[in-house]
């Protein structure tokens, strides 16, 4: 009895000490894993890892306070989810008529499906549901569709067919419509980015470009020459973006580190997009910014320290964008899919259209499929860089319209991405596997065309 | 001093008998609300009306006679009309991210989606209902996830050749001898009543 009682008495002066200490000396260093082991029930997700010591994000009101839990969600993830045509809103269980369903499965809320510091019953995609879960509502569906008769109920958003939210390319009129493609289009290209014309036209940029003279940083500038000179080589003198444009503080005053708001003045897309994402979130919860050290994924122990930034990839001055799109993500990271990048085929249409031997547009780099061109959202559609990776990359299927079939079939771009052996080598060699899909779609068209496919038919079309 | 006693007694009684009626006085009558039925019937008129204005002076006529533009399922990804039942249902959907107090929805007994199957035994009454009885509605209460709902039924009508068209040609329809005037399913609006069981 008397150990029960000393335990719970030096549990509870650690704790109090954990809320007293922040409060009494705010400056104090308190040990981040102390931390983490103290307040955190248990490890988080992938997806909030990085911000989970920034509890007030997620968790705004009392814990039992599911309307405030969901709002949280929806703050973050609630644009994402409207650009997908989400195929399950809220409203979908809302609505009494499914009063039964919801009894089973209450998807009114993201975190019966998506419950945190759950690792033990939580799989890819932050799912802590049994991964049958789609049974619940479509116990029929063989009914409607012989296809997929005796089909797992586990292999509906595992086997590449089908997602809970996004399922964009994944109807079946689409997969009919792109049934036939050749797994490559004749000449692939990514979009041409429109950054300079929407900057003409939101006044960020002029028509006449800037030159040496023009340069207004201030004449007692320590090395003033030589920033000038890179800024003068760079895509923001040609702009007309001159060095005050940047380096200027509330008061005009020269400011000579600007911080991320300065670019954000401009690239306000950008910036919201890189503050949503993997390498922007904590920066946006007034964490310290985001280390490799901090990763989970493997990175270079050389850049461990690096605070990810605009300038972490966008070097200062030169902002060259084909640097960012390859070497600056080289640099840090270092997972199997990256490391065979060199050498693999998307490099090598990257290397022949920076030697010039393949046209612009035509190489594929780190950044066109993760950080990809496309078009911008409510209001004049321009094709700028989408910042936030999370919109592209879990599941994998979400890349497929944006960046997969501006060079490749939709029927080889399902089966590439569901192929993880594929993705792990960077793509070197043909998928290994085939997605059902699209095949089971051309025979239920064929048969409600009339033409009912013989046996002999099928397995042709399978092919 | 008894007197005394008796006339304080009684001026106390009296105090209070005539506060009594002043409040009484006082009292406002209850005020009445809107009965459900006919709540549900002005929400319907609204949105039959609606509905109706959209499938004939847009659709049917920019897509079917003019030949401007078409109306498709996948609008979103074609410079094309949304069709009819999508407007309807995307209305309902913003309605239901509002908690405005009632949802409506609309179902058949020959859905192109069979998730718009009718599921509850009052939809499966009602939809037969005003498929059997043209020109009148179906009323019913039920109670649904511990919650009880006046429910009502409307008939959904072709009100132009491009809802019959539309729905018998389209692949995945049940049914495919529709023609102008047939009820092809309902409108179930539902405002919940009384306590949450």
């Known amino acids: 009895m008397k150990t029960k009682s000393l335990t719970w008495l030096a549990l509870s002066s650690v704790l109090a000490a954990m809320f007293a200490i922040p409060m009494f000396f705010p400056e104090a260093d308190i040990p981040k894993a102390l931390e983490r082991d103290v307040f955190l029930p248990g490890e988080t997700t992938d997806g909030h890892y990085q911000i989970e010591l920034a509890c007030e994000t997620c968790h705004t009101q009392d814990f039992s306070d599911m309307t405030s839990m969901q709002t949280a969600c929806v703050d973050c993830h609630g644009a994402e989810l409207a650009l997908a045509n989400d195929s399950h809103p809220r409203s979908k269980f809302t609505d009494p008529r499914n009063a039964d369903r919801v009894e089973i499965l209450d998807a009114r809320w993201c975190v019966t499906c998506h419950q945190e510091h759950r690792p033990e019953i939580t799989a890819s995609m932050g799912l802590s549901l049994q991964t049958d879960y789609c049974y619940q509502c479509h116990q029929g569906i063989a009914e409607d569709r012989p296809t997929h008769e005796g089909l797992a109920f586990d292999s509906c958003a595992s086997g590449g067919c089908h997602n809970f939210h996004d399922n964009r390319a994944l109807y079946e009129d689409f997969l009919v419509e792109h049934a036939s493609e050749p797994p490559h289009h004749g000449s692939p290209r990514t979009p041409e980015r429109d950054l300079l014309s929407f900057a003409l036209e939101q006044g960020f940029a002029s028509e006449t470009a800037l030159g040496l003279n023009d340069a207004d940083a201030p004449p007692d500038l320590p090395e003033r020459e030589r920033w000038v000179e890179e800024w003068a080589s760079t895509s923001h003198a040609e702009a007309g973006v001159n060095c005050m444009d940047c380096h200027t503080g509330e008061e005009s005053q020269w400011v000579q580190e600007p911080a991320a708001a300065a670019c954000a003045s401009c690239h306000e897309l950008e910036e919201a997009g890189f503050a949503a994402g993997r390498h922007g979130m904590r920066s946006a919860v007034d964490l310290p910014p985001m280390t490799p050290s901090l990763a989970r994924l493997p990175m270079h122990a050389e850049a461990s320290e690096l605070e990810v930034s605009c300038n972490s990839c966008h070097a200062a001055h030169a902002y060259e964008t084909a640097e960012a799109a390859v070497e600056a993500c080289l640099g840090c990271h270092a997972d199997e899919h990256t490391e065979a990048y060199a050498g693999s085929p998307h490099e090598a249409t990257w290397t022949a259209e920076l030697s010039g031997a393949a046209p612009a547009n035509s190489g594929v780099t780190c950044a066109t499929c993760h950080l990809p061109r496309v078009p911008t959202d409510g209001g004049p559609t321009r094709i700028l860089v989408a910042h936030n990776q999370n919109d592209f990359l879990r599941p994998n299927e979400k890349m497929i319209r944006p960046v997969c079939m501006n060079c490749h079939g939709l029927g080889f771009s399902m089966d590439a991405l569901a192929d993880e052996a594929l993705v792990a080598n960077n793509f070197r060699g043909k998928p290994s596997r085939e997605v059902e899909s699209i095949h089971f779609a051309t025979v239920l068209r064929w048969e409600l065309d009339g033409r009912v496919p013989t046996q002999d038919q099928k397995e042709t079309e399978r092919q | ?197």
């Open chain 2, 1 to 197: 001093m008894i007197t005394r006693y008796k006339l304080l007694a009684t001026l106390t009684c009296a105090a209070t008998a005539l506060s009594w009626l002043g409040c009484q006085g006082e009292t406002q009558p209850a005020k009445a609300g809107i009965e459900p039925q006919k709540m549900a019937d002005a929400l319907h008129a609204v949105m039959e009306a609606d509905r109706t204005v959209y499938t004939r002076n847009v659709v049917n006529r920019l897509a079917k006679e003019q030949k401007v533009i078409s109306a498709s399922e996948h609008w979103k990804e074609e410079p094309a009309l949304p069709l009819p039942a999508q407007m309807f249902r995307m209305g309902a959907e913003m309605v239901a991210d509002k908690d405005a107090g009632f949802t409506y929805s609309l179902l058949s007994l020959w859905p192109i989606n069979k998730q718009n199957t009718p599921r509850t035994d009052a939809e499966k009454s009602g939809l037969q209902f005003v498929a059997d009885n043209k020109g009148q509605n179906f009323y019913a209460e039920e109670t649904l996830g511990g919650q009880k709902y006046f429910t009502a039924i409307y008939a959904d009508t072709a009100v132009a050749p491009a809802c019959v068209s539309c729905h018998n040609d389209h692949k995945d329809t049940p049914r495919s001898d529709f023609a102008l005037g047939d009820v092809m399913g309902g409108v179930v609006v539902r405002i919940p009543v009384g306590e949450t069981l």
